[in-house]
């Protein structure tokens, strides 16, 4: 079965990436995932019939063989071994035109109002949904380090009047913040202005432990897309 979809998001995950997107025929969301247990997918996977990688906006058909739905993830959907092909390209108000009626608007983002859901949590009721597109508001960029060094990119932003504080997993939107230092950044500071639309897509993320918590999903800024010079004065 072939599948055509809108890519907002080809995000890291586990060494490899994670891409995801709506369906052309309105149906909602897909994520392609490889057979390993973990889905991730590599370059073979996601390069397209032009050469390079599926990228956001892309549209983009692949060969499904069968839906694998986990509990933190219901939308997978298992990839054939066939080149994925690229249909065509959205320039910004095509795509804003595609993408808009799937807006969440919150305050709820994927089932509650944190960061994560309890994996045990989820195999006892799986969601319905561990994909959204959202329209965020008083968007600001924290670079910091986590507790072993290393640096970490979070978007802090709000939805429909609820704060959220999440990490960052697009590897376009990491580049364009890692010469940044450590600190806070509004979206000027990175070239986004208030002329043009940002939308991020969130996914729920594979279970995670460590020595502070066991089994946590956590919610991610997969996609971080900028839609320029089309946001409707205020």
Same mark, same amino acid.
């Given at each position: 079965?072939?599948?055509?979809?809108? &890519?907002?998001?080809?995000?890291?995950?586990?060494? /490899?990436? &994670?891409?995801? /997107?709506?369906?052309?025929? *309105?149906?909602?969301?897909?994520?392609?995932?490889?057979?390993?247990?973990?889905?991730?997918?590599?370059?073979?996977?996601?390069?397209?019939?032009? *050469? !390079?990688?599926?990228?956001?906006?892309?549209? =983009?058909?692949?060969?499904?063989?069968?839906?694998?739905?986990?509990?933190? %993830?219901?939308?997978?959907?298992?990839?054939?071994?066939? %080149?994925?092909?690229?249909?065509?390209?959205?320039?910004?108000?095509?795509?804003?035109?595609?993408?808009?009626?799937?807006?969440?608007?919150?305050?709820?983002?994927? *089932?509650?109002?944190?960061?994560?859901?309890?994996?045990?949590?989820?195999?006892?009721?799986?969601?319905?949904?561990?994909?959204?597109?959202?329209?965020?508001?008083? =968007?600001?960029?924290?670079?910091?380090?986590?507790?072993?060094?290393? !640096? +970490?990119? !979070?978007?802090?932003?709000?939805? /429909?009047?609820?704060?959220?504080?999440?990490?960052?997993?697009?590897? +376009? &939107?990491? %580049?364009?913040?890692?010469?940044?230092? =450590? /600190?806070?950044?509004?979206?000027?500071?990175?070239?986004?202005?208030? !002329?043009?639309?940002?939308?991020?897509?969130?996914?729920?993320?594979?279970?995670?432990?460590? +020595?502070?918590?066991?089994?946590? &999903?956590?919610?991610?800024?997969?996609?971080?897309?900028?839609? %320029?010079?089309?946001?409707?004065?205020?």
């Amino acid at each position: 079965m072939n599948v055509t979809f809108v &890519c907002l998001a080809n995000s890291t995950k586990l060494g /490899g990436r &994670c891409v995801a /997107g709506i369906k052309t025929d *309105g149906t909602g969301w897909v994520r392609p995932v490889s057979e390993g247990p973990t889905g991730t997918l590599l370059p073979s996977h996601y390069t397209l019939d032009n *050469g !390079r990688e599926a990228d956001l906006l892309d549209v =983009v058909e692949v060969e499904v063989t069968h839906h694998r739905p986990e509990p933190h %993830q219901p939308e997978n959907w298992v990839i054939a071994k066939r %080149q994925w092909r690229l249909v065509e390209r959205l320039e910004a108000v095509a795509a804003w035109q595609q993408v808009r009626p799937f807006l969440v608007l919150g305050p709820t983002l994927l *089932g509650n109002r944190t960061d994560r859901i309890a994996y045990p949590d989820l195999r006892s009721n799986p969601i319905t949904n561990s994909l959204a597109l959202i329209d965020p508001s008083k =968007v600001n960029w924290l670079i910091t380090t986590s507790l072993s060094g290393k !640096r +970490q990119t !979070r978007a802090l932003f709000t939805l /429909g009047g609820m704060s959220y504080d999440l990490g960052v997993t697009d590897p +376009q &939107c990491l %580049q364009r913040l890692s010469k940044l230092k =450590v /600190g806070l950044y509004e979206n000027a500071d990175i070239g986004i202005f208030a !002329r043009d639309r940002l939308l991020f897509t969130i996914s729920l993320g594979v279970p995670f432990s460590t +020595q502070y918590f066991t089994e946590q &999903c956590f919610k991610l800024v997969a996609a971080a897309m900028v839609l %320029q010079s089309i946001k409707e004065p205020a």
